[in-house]
Nanobody
Framework: QVQLVESGGGLVQAGGSLKLSCAAS????????IGWHRQTPGKQRELVAT???????NYADSAKGRFTISRDNAQNTVYLQMNSLKPEDTAVYYC?????????????WGQGTQVTVFS
């Protein structure tokens, strides 16, 4: 199994930056991809960015040009650098890992970290 712990959320003024971390533990060698998602009350969770085990990245339109997803394989940690933050980026940010066991694919989620952007 894979366990995930997010950190780095907080309160920031619009235009500022935050760097979120997602630390993975357990069967980290089985991870195929890790993504960052976010959710606000009353709305569905939405994808922000993903990074595959091969390093391929993908971003939501809202994140392109402002957010950067990266990873440190030695630390089993994925980061989300968020720049030029806007009030509409306010949400709980979750990381998710897709990992395999045999022929099956599973998903694990972290507990989330709150990001609040004020104007």
């Amino acid at each position: 199994q894979v366990q995930l712990v997010e950190s780095g959320g907080g309160l920031v003024q619009a235009g500022g930056s935050l760097k979120l971390s997602c630390a993975a533990s357990g069967s980290t060698a089985s991870i195929k991809a890790i993504g960052w998602h976010r959710q606000t009350p009353g709305k569905q969770r939405e994808l922000v960015a993903t990074i595959s085990s091969g390093g391929r990245t993908n971003y939501a339109d809202s994140a392109k040009g402002r957010f950067t997803i990266s990873r440190d394989n030695a630390q089993n940690t994925v980061y989300l650098q968020m720049n030029s933050l806007k009030p509409e980026d306010t949400a709980v940010y979750y990381c998710n890992a897709d990992w395999v066991a045999g022929s099956l694919t599973f998903g694990s989620w972290g507990q989330g970290t709150q990001v609040t952007v004020f104007s």
